[in-house]
């Protein structure tokens, strides 16, 4: 291949910067010339397409967001779509393209794949929601911010004895919340892959202020429902304690990414170059148990699931590399944490 493209789409994520750098450095020391798509699909499409030097990328590993913009770009679902991508690519010389997103923008390089133009998926996107890798690229700056705030709002709960409902992103995966409640001794945590009942969680709040405790945080994953309806059910239940809701909202997927996210971002934009030079599309690049792997690029959803319960409520693992699983596990164990 003499010339790849790389482009960022659906929501952004900090890491993106890095592996946008790490695909053109790599690529420039194979001899591939690299290309910038800018606000993912859309700009394929309209032709935003423009050539990468090694200079283009300097000062940008540890800068949050991405500088070739994401966008949401729904007509690329559209065969329409995909071929006036294609036109573009190719009037730009375009071999093969690294994408870097989540599903739905895993998706596009399938179609891009299909239609004889190579693509390589990288997973972006803070919610660590993606098949064929434990962590992805944001996830543990998003989750680092989170922790952070909680630890903030401990100190004013603490001094005025409040409950605290911090409601975090993850719409259907509740890895950030999980996370989130165990690094910042979170009370309760309740995430979209459980079912849980109000009347459990105000018990839980009672019984922590008769033992003396001085304040409560409960984390909420988005999925599950809002905070603020979260607090009217929670009342409805019977809690009488001074409760507040803290929507943590984009701030999650802002700031310098972790140094985590920085290698993972490098170390598999690298890879991706790797693939697409020996010609190799239609996978997703991951890490599992700290390696890099490729898995096909569509990977069926329930792989990635942490774990499901049976009908007796026994555990069901589904992914063994999910480190979630242990987590999952660790606040089963531990009597001052709760998961709904
Ligand atoms: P994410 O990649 O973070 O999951 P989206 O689901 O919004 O975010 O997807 C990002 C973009 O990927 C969409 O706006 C669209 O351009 C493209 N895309 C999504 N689904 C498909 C699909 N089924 N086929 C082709 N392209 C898709």
């Given at each position: 291949?003499?010339?790849?493209?790389?482009?960022?789409?659906?929501g952004?994520?900090?890491?993106?910067?890095?592996a946008?750098?790490?695909?053109?450095?790599?690529?420039?020391?194979?001899?591939?010339?690299?290309?910038g798509?800018?606000?993912g699909?859309?700009?394929?499409?309209?032709?935003?397409?423009?050539?990468?030097?090694?200079?283009?990328?300097?000062?940008?590993v540890?800068?949050?967001?991405?500088?070739?913009?994401?966008?949401?770009?729904?007509?690329?679902?559209?065969?329409?779509?995909q071929?006036?991508?294609?036109?573009q690519?190719k009037?730009?010389?375009?071999?093969?393209?690294?994408?870097?997103?989540g599903?739905?923008?895993?998706h596009?390089?399938?179609?891009?794949?299909?239609h004889?133009?190579?693509?390589?998926?990288?997973?972006?996107t803070?919610d660590?929601?993606?098949?064929?890798?434990?962590?992805?690229?944001g996830?543990?700056?998003?989750?680092?911010?989170?922790?952070?705030?909680?630890?903030?709002?401990?100190?004013?709960?603490?001094?005025h004895?409040?409950?605290?409902?911090?409601e975090?992103?993850g719409r259907?995966?509740?890895?950030?919340?999980?996370?989130?409640?165990?690094?910042?001794?979170?009370?309760?945590?309740?995430?979209?892959?459980?079912?849980?009942?109000?009347?459990?969680?105000v018990?839980?709040?009672?019984?922590?202020?008769?033992?003396?405790?001085?304040h409560?945080?409960?984390?909420l994953?988005?999925?599950?429902?809002?905070?603020?309806?979260f607090?009217?059910?929670?009342?409805?239940?019977?809690d009488?304690?001074?409760?507040?809701?803290?929507v943590?909202g984009?701030?999650?997927?802002?700031?310098s990414?972790?140094?985590?996210?920085?290698?993972?971002?490098?170390?598999?934009?690298?890879?991706?170059?790797?693939?697409?030079?020996?010609?190799?599309?239609g996978?997703?690049?991951?890490i599992?148990?700290?390696?890099?792997?490729?898995?096909?690029i569509?990977?069926?959803?329930?792989?990635?699931?942490?774990?499901?319960?049976g009908?007796?409520?026994?555990?069901?693992?589904?992914?063994?590399?999910?480190?979630?699983?242990e987590?999952?596990?660790?606040?089963?164990?531990?009597?001052?944490?709760?998961?709904?």
């Amino acid at each position: 291949m003499k010339r790849i493209a790389v482009l960022t789409s659906g929501g952004d994520a900090p890491g993106m910067n890095a592996a946008i750098r790490a695909v053109v450095r790599k690529a420039i020391s194979e001899g591939i010339e690299v290309y910038g798509i800018n606000h993912g699909y859309a700009g394929m499409v309209a032709g935003d397409i423009f050539p990468l030097t090694a200079g283009s990328v300097s000062d940008l590993v540890g800068r949050g967001g991405t500088f070739l913009y994401s966008a949401r770009f729904p007509e690329f679902a559209q065969l329409e779509g995909q071929l006036a991508g294609i036109e573009q690519l190719k009037k730009h010389g375009i071999e093969g393209v690294v994408v870097i997103g989540g599903d739905g923008s895993y998706h596009g390089a399938m179609r891009l794949t299909e239609h004889g133009f190579p693509a390589v998926g990288l997973p972006g996107t803070i919610d660590n929601d993606i098949v064929g890798t434990d962590y992805t690229i944001g996830f543990d700056t998003a989750v680092s911010t989170v922790v952070d705030a909680i630890d903030k709002i401990r100190d004013t709960s603490s001094s005025h004895h409040r409950t605290f409902i911090v409601e975090v992103m993850g719409r259907n995966a509740g890895d950030i919340a999980l996370w989130s409640a165990i690094a910042a001794g979170a009370d309760d945590v309740c995430i979209p892959e459980r079912e849980f009942k109000f009347e459990n969680v105000v018990n839980n709040i009672k019984k922590g202020y008769e033992k003396g405790k001085n304040h409560h945080i409960i984390v909420l994953a988005e999925g599950v429902m809002s905070g603020q309806e979260f607090a009217m059910k929670l009342k409805a239940a019977g809690d009488d304690s001074d409760l507040r809701v803290a929507v943590l909202g984009h701030i999650q997927r802002g700031g310098s990414p972790t140094v985590r996210d920085r290698v993972i971002a490098s170390r598999m934009g690298a890879r991706a170059v790797e693939l697409l030079r020996d010609g190799i599309g239609g996978v997703a690049v991951g890490i599992q148990k700290e390696v890099l792997v490729e898995s096909p690029i569509l990977g069926k959803a329930e792989d990635n699931a942490l774990f499901s319960l049976g009908a007796d409520g026994e555990i069901i693992v589904n992914n063994p590399h999910k480190a979630d699983l242990e987590l999952y596990l660790l606040n089963r164990d531990m009597n001052n944490l709760n998961l709904y």
